[in-house]
């Protein structure tokens, strides 16, 4: 694996499923040459909840915002909550925001309020956003098109077909690429994949959910990150390098990360 590791993009550290053995969690991270991870929240408790780990922990970072499941319960307080939190150091984007009309756990005018109202914060903090988009393409990027002053943008867990892939590339936004990926029947994602610079692509595991083949339906963690890029290699022919190079230097410059020292 390349000198600088690979950076796992999309994390959800804060969640239950890892209290009972978060230090094994990290260490097999570490092990598998994932050196940096954005532990990203869902809402207050769990932005705060990333915070936390971010400043106990060197190699995470994390981004806070309310997902638009979460949307329902936000009150004025909630975002002036995540306003301070952004404040620190330790954070590197505001998400993960969006729209998901799958499972409308919130209304989705409720949702559509929200995300305008937290990429209204992110564009004055002038933070990079995480976005969450399921079935909701196309109002995604409507709504981003009305902040255009928003330009750093990673559109997570990608779904979209080719052509929304390529607009996003158009715009300059990146695509965060995850276990869905490794799924057999996954055509429409192995697509966009072999069709999009990879000079878009970041990785990211989405954890404790969407795990990858061979772990489908197990929990998720940042270590099997490595079976992301590895078929990522595999679909557009290239090295193994060359994407945890090129992913880690989008991620570096998407949410302004130092870059990495030797390690070890
Ligand atoms: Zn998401
Ligand atoms: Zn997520």
Redesign the pocket.
């Known amino acids: 694996m390349t000198k600088a590791g690979i950076i796992d993009t ?1 994390a ?1 550290l804060d969640d239950n499923k890892f209290k009972g053995d978060f230090e094994s969690v990290q260490a097999r991270a570490l092990e598998a040459g994932v050196t940096r991870i954005i532990s ?1 929240g ?1 809402n207050f408790t769990s932005s705060r909840h990333a915070c936390v780990l971010a400043d106990e922990h060197p190699e995470i970072y994390a981004a806070v915002g309310v ?1 638009p499941h979460d949307a329902i319960t936000v009150v004025p307080r909630t975002l002036e909550g995540l306003r301070l939190l952004a404040g620190s150091s330790r954070v590197v984007a505001w998400g ?1 925001i969006g729209l998901d009309y799958h499972y409308n756990f919130s209304p989705q005018d409720c949702q559509l309020d929200v995300f305008r109202k937290q990429l209204e914060i992110a564009g004055e903090l002038n933070l990079p956003v995480i976005i ?1 988009d399921r079935e909701a393409h196309q109002e995604v990027l409507s709504v981003l098109g009305d902040f255009p002053g928003i330009t750093e943008v990673v559109i ?2 990608f779904s979209g077909d080719l052509r929304i892939a390529e607009e996003c590339v158009k715009r300059g936004y990146y695509l965060g690429i995850g276990g869905t990926l490794t799924f057999p029947n996954n055509k429409k994602l192995q697509d966009v994949v072999k069709r999009v610079p990879l000079e878009h692509i970041l990785l990211e595991t ?1 954890c404790p ?1 969407l795990a990858p083949q061979p772990w489908r339906g197990k929990r998720n963690e940042p270590a099997f990150v490595t079976a992301v890029l590895e078929e990522i290699a595999r679909l557009k022919d290239v090295s193994q390098e060359e994407v945890a190079a090129t992913t880690t230097n989008n991620a570096e410059k998407l949410f302004r990360l130092k870059k990495a020292q030797k390690i070890r």
């Open positions: 999309h959800h990203v869902t997902h993960e969450h997570h867990c989405d959910y």
